[in-house]
């Protein structure tokens, strides 16, 4: 079958390898009718979150249908439509009992400490084959599949496998309620569905903070208010829109690869001894890069959002994290951040806690992630696919691959 295999920092392609089989009795195998790739395979490809396996399929997130099940799957029938959340849990232990799917004390083959098991992901993870290719195998199925209700078509599921859960759970993280304003940092597609989700949640205002202008568009179609870090200081502009009191929550949706603004105002503020500290940060977390032109360019600025946050947010106020930062990253403002009282939450998303919910409110035409989608492309493509994401190219916020096309 067709996969995209990571080789090396830089190095990705589109191979032939072979189709999983049922190795576990709760095994399924799913044929994959459309996955999409992310801002966290991004991190891959370009060096900052280290630790892969060469030869690791990636991608982890994917709708298709049931091909085959192990004895142990009693739910499910060959021929059922499902979406495949990110992250695996094994459905029994207190973790996922308690809804912490992301830290399963069973699902990691490293052990119960070495964090969040998924798809397509580092050494560290699992590692486990990914959903970008023709088919995939899904283990403790019973728990790590969840039915698509009819009426919602695969696109919609697509965005519910991790990114539409992501944005919900970053919303919680940073105790969106009613009435309250929130900040959403990047307006990447987590970015873009934290504004759906803080909104659904009871937020009375939401802004969205990006360097590219062709994104904050996007952001408009969810009727966010847009400030464009290279045209504009964002903390200043975030004070003025707020009566100087700051937004009650801010939702960071950008990770490692943060930038530093490149024009405007706030492109002067970044004084040499934050410059110095951005370039060790960016030497811990990648440390090996593949730059090819402006290819695979790791992040120049870290905690940029992360400092940002922390300035921006109101006194008392909640930050949510959930972009991604690898276990190397030990950077944040923390004194800042103490002597404002501030609530910090973070963390890898739960998906299989949200997904049904979301499911519902697409059904029910609450909610329609799919605004974001930019492209549909086939698998064939997605090499080029995935060169275009990375540069962030206008018109290329959310990639869809199909195996089928
Ligand atoms: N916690 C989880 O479970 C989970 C799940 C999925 C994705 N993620 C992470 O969420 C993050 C966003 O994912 P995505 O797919 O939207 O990625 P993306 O790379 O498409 O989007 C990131 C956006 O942040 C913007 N950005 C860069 N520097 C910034 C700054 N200083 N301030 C504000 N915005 C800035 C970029 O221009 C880009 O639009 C990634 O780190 C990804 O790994 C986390
Ligand atoms: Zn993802
Ligand atoms: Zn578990």
Redesign the pocket.
Known sequence: MKAVVWHGVGDISLDDVPEPTLDEPADAIVRITASAI???D??FVRGSMPGMRPGTILGHEAVGTVEALGPEVRNFSVGDRVVIP?TIGCGRCVYCRAGYYAQCDMANPNGRDAGTAFYGGPESTGPFDGLQAEYARVPFAHTNLVAIPPGVSDEQALMVS??FP?AWFGARLAEVGSGDVVVV???????QLAVLSARLQGAGRVLI????AD?LETAKLQNAETID?NAEDPVKVVEELTGGIGPDRVIE????????PVGGPAAHQVGDAVAAEFEREREQAAPETNIQGSQWVP?D?PS??LR?AVEMVAKAGTIGI???YPPQHTSFPLGAAMNRNLTIQA???NHRRYVPGLLSRIATGSADPTTILSQQEPLPSALAAYEAFDR?LPGWTKVVLEPTA
């Open positions: 992310c801002g966290t991004l991190h990110s991790d990114i992501t940092l990047g307006a990447g597609p987590v970015g903070v990006d360097g590219n994104r870090f949706a950008v990770g490692v690869d943060a930038r530093r992040g600025a940029q959002a940002w959930v972009g991604v963390g890898n998303c962030a």
